[in-house]
């Protein structure tokens, strides 16, 4: 394997790593050059695992010998790849945080795919709208691994699933779950209920029936569409829902984190298997 020790921080060789804290920068950079960073040596076998390619490895000593193994399969899958190797304080200084769980590793984007490929065979989906805190979203996506969704979809203004935090907080589920971008939106939403998907929206709302009454009888295909922190969904995503669903609180709480209330939703709407009366 191509390995390179690194002395100097600012070597242009490292630019898809510099200044990893600048959430401007990740944005403006990730997309232009079809990048996206994995961390940790689990997400990365889960990033591989989903047939994704890197582009680049970085690490300190201590961890190559453990990541070897990992380094030469990709070698045998997809020919060389460089691996920069540097003392802490070094890569500290290209990424602006302790590197801690093994490697970091540049992953090239794989294409999105339409979303009528995307659900042709699916039962559940879940719909982010406007979910701008990558914490949420990666914490959306590990519900939905570990709960049975089949895909997700996000709004245009939802936060990448492919930020190196919602990676992170997903534990590289990300890669799982099939996702994609529903556009126009609203409007995007007319091509599940043309797949034949019941479209309920949690939201609060006078007409909403309660999570309890939706999975007493639940659509053979149910997308769930969640919002943005604090404010919800738009009028105009509810609008184009075909039922409004609230999940009953007590305590004098009126709603839950849309992550927390994602993993409640998922849990309660989840598909049965033929015959088992759910």
């Given amino acids: 394997m191509p390995t390179v020790r690194l002395t100097d921080p600012d070597d242009d ?3 898809d790593y510099t200044r990893l804290t600048d959430v401007a920068l990740r944005r403006r950079l990730e997309p232009e050059r079809g990048l996206y960073m994995a961390e940790s040596t689990k997400v990365i076998r889960r990033a591989l695992a989903a047939g994704h390619r890197p582009r680049s490895f970085l690490m300190t000593e201590r961890w190559l010998p453990d990541l070897e193994p990992l380094v030469a399969e990709v070698e045998a899958r997809f020919g060389p790849v460089p691996v920069y190797v540097g003392p802490p304080e070094v890569v500290e200084s290209i990424t602006g945080f302790h590197l801690h769980r093994g490697a970091l590793a540049a992953m090239h984007r794989p294409a999105l795919p339409a979303v009528g490929d995307l659900v042709a065979d699916a039962r559940r989906v879940a719909v982010l709208e406007g979910v701008v805190d990558h914490t949420n979203v990666g914490a959306v996506f590990r519900s939905a691994a570990a709960l049975g969704v089949d895909a997700v979809l996000v709004s245009p203004d939802c936060a990448d699933p492919l930020y190196r935090r919602s990676v992170r907080v997903s534990m590289g589920t990300v890669f799982q779950v099939p996702w994609t971008r529903l556009e126009p939106w609203p409007a995007g939403l007319g091509l599940l209920r043309e797949a034949g998907f019941t479209v309920a929206a949690l939201a609060l709302a006078d007409d909403a029936v309660t999570l309890d009454e939706l999975a007493a009888a639940p659509p053979e295909r149910l997308a769930l569409l969640l919002g943005t922190e604090g ?8 609008a184009a829902s075909d ?6 609180m007590a305590g004098g709480v009126d709603s839950l984190n849309v992550a927390a209330a994602s ?6 709407t989840r598909a049965r298997p033929a015959g088992s009366g759910g």
């Fill in 263 to 268: 993993a409640v939703a998922f849990w309660a």
């Fill in 13 to 15: 060789r490292l630019a």
């Fill in 231 to 238: 404010d919800g969904l738009s009028r105009r995503a509810v």
């Fill in 243 to 248: 039922v409004v669903v609230r999940i009953p």
